[in-house]
């Protein structure tokens, strides 16, 4: 499964690769700075899941999820972010992201893109604390 990773900042897209690549059938296949290099980078060679941060410089994550999604509906995206609200996971849902959850949660991001792999959504239930 190839996985393309998408966060503006290198030692998150770091951890990112570590965690993913602990799966024996996972490769990071290729790592974006940008919502801008994401676009570019999933049409030259659409991988066969996105992994998408959702602050970044140029683009939000919403922005490129919508953009990807219309392009390329079958390829699954999990939204992951520091700041996860069921507000931003109804919007992630709404431009077609399949799921969400923190960065700071290693056993979701591994959970979850394990059931995106198998065609399933992943929004656990959010406290709104």
């Keep these: 499964m190839r996985i393309l990773v998408v966060d503006d900042n290198p030692a998150v897209r770091h951890y990112l690769r ?33 992994l998408l941060d959702f602050q970044m410089p140029d683009l939000n994550g919403l922005d490129v999820a919508q953009q990807i999604s219309e392009l390329f ?21 709404r431009v077609g992201v399949r799921g969400a959850c923190a960065k700071s ?20 239930s959010i406290s709104t604390a």
């Design 105 to 124: 949660d290693v056993g979701s991001i591994v959970q979850a893109v394990d059931a995106l792999l198998h065609e399933q959504t992943y929004f656990p």
């Design 73 to 93: 509906p079958r390829i699954p995206i999990l939204m992951v972010t520091i700041h996860l609200s069921s507000q931003l996971a109804e919007a992630a849902k």
């Design 18 to 50: 570590a965690i993913l690549e602990q799966q024996t059938t996972w490769q990071v296949c290729d790592e974006a700075r940008t919502g801008g290099e994401a676009l570019q980078r999933v049409k030259k060679a659409p991988p066969d899941l996105i």
